[in-house]
């Protein structure tokens, strides 16, 4: 976002000239011009009096993240799509506006893939109301479909909003993905993932458990690797990536921590990623991811998105 550079002149007698340095200014011969600058530039500036007096000061321009893909401003409600396909996509990143201090922010997680002709389960949604400051920053996970696989799909991503710092605003939890067992488990509105036959989901920000089919990925912790050579999903704070399906016949998982899929041992789903991951499954169908929601006026559903995650930011 544009911001305004530059300062008072004191001191010196009558009036004053300006030599401003660096890229991305909007003139370089006034007192307070704007910057564009891109990440991190230092503006130097050399003010002269009527006298031929002069003074020297500079001023650095540092972006509070250094990546592409950050978000360009649009009208309220502006929407935010997951950035691929598979297990593996972007970190987005939302700048809160100029004269905005309350944001309600409408998040989905994805829902698994299809596997053996039986489809994903749907994924969770998430909705709240923040007190916010122009210039913070909210990091964005959108999560992605399961991959689809022969015997058994990948299980769906969590979507997540957290502060540039980690701290989570709402999360929503993805769906376990389908397989020869059945459809894979929806997402849920608990903080908690789902139990599966086998194992248990992950509580707290952790990752799901995992049999055959590798454990959904949750906010801090990985799923577990399944015995299929599956794997889990990853964290959030970890990259987010999907978990390996197994190569001959289970899909990977969606970006935003679903587990990876297989067939050649036990025939199972895996879990779907979240606030704290779903469990994978050993002869049996995987559960969904956990969500979270730290907003006031809180609404929350479960089992309600098909296909990829999506956000939506009102203010």
Avoid at 52 to 76: E, H, N, R, W
């Amino acid at each position: 976002n544009p911001g305004t550079v530059g300062g008072t002149a004191t001191g010196g007698a009558g009036s004053y000239s300006y030599a401003w340095t660096g890229a991305g200014l909007s003139a370089t011969n006034i007192a307070n011009p704007t910057s564009t600058a891109a990440v991190t530039t230092t503006h130097g500036v050399t003010v002269t009096d009527a006298n031929g007096c002069t003074a020297t000061g500079s001023m650095t321009i540092t972006l509070p993240v250094t990546t592409p893909a950050l978000q360009i401003l649009g009208a309220s409600p502006f929407t935010i799509n997951n950035t691929s396909t598979g297990a593996t996509g972007s970190m987005q990143y939302f700048f809160v506006p100029c004269g905005i201090t309350s944001i309600t922010i409408e998040a989905w997680g994805a829902q698994g893939g299809i596997g053996a002709g039986q489809a994903g389960g749907l994924g969770a949604r998430v909705k709240g109301t923040f007190t916010v400051t122009p210039g913070d920053v909210l990091k964005i996970l959108v999560g992605q479909q399961g991959v689809n696989g022969p015997n058994s799909s990948g299980g769906g991503g969590g979507t997540f909003v957290t502060t540039n710092a980690n701290s989570p605003l709402v999360v929503a939890g993805g769906g376990a993905g389908g397989s020869s067992a059945g459809v894979g488990g929806a997402g849920l509105i608990t903080t908690t993932g789902g139990n599966s036959n086998c194992c248990s989901g992950g509580a707290g920000g952790t990752g799901g458990g995992a049999g055959c089919s590798g454990g959904g990925g949750g906010l801090t912790g990985n799923g577990t690797t399944g015995t299929c050579s599956t794997g889990g999903g990853q964290s959030f704070t970890n990259g987010g990536a999907g978990g390996a399906g197994n190569p001959s016949n289970g899909g990977p998982g969606g970006f935003g921590g679903g587990g990876g899929g297989e067939w050649s041992c036990c025939g199972t789903s895996p879990g779907g990623g979240g606030y704290s991951g779903g469990a994978g499954s050993t002869s049996g169908i995987g559960a969904g991811g956990g969500s979270f929601n730290g907003g006031t006026a809180p609404s929350n559903s479960g089992a309600v998105k098909s296909g990829m995650g999506q956000v939506v930011i009102t203010y």
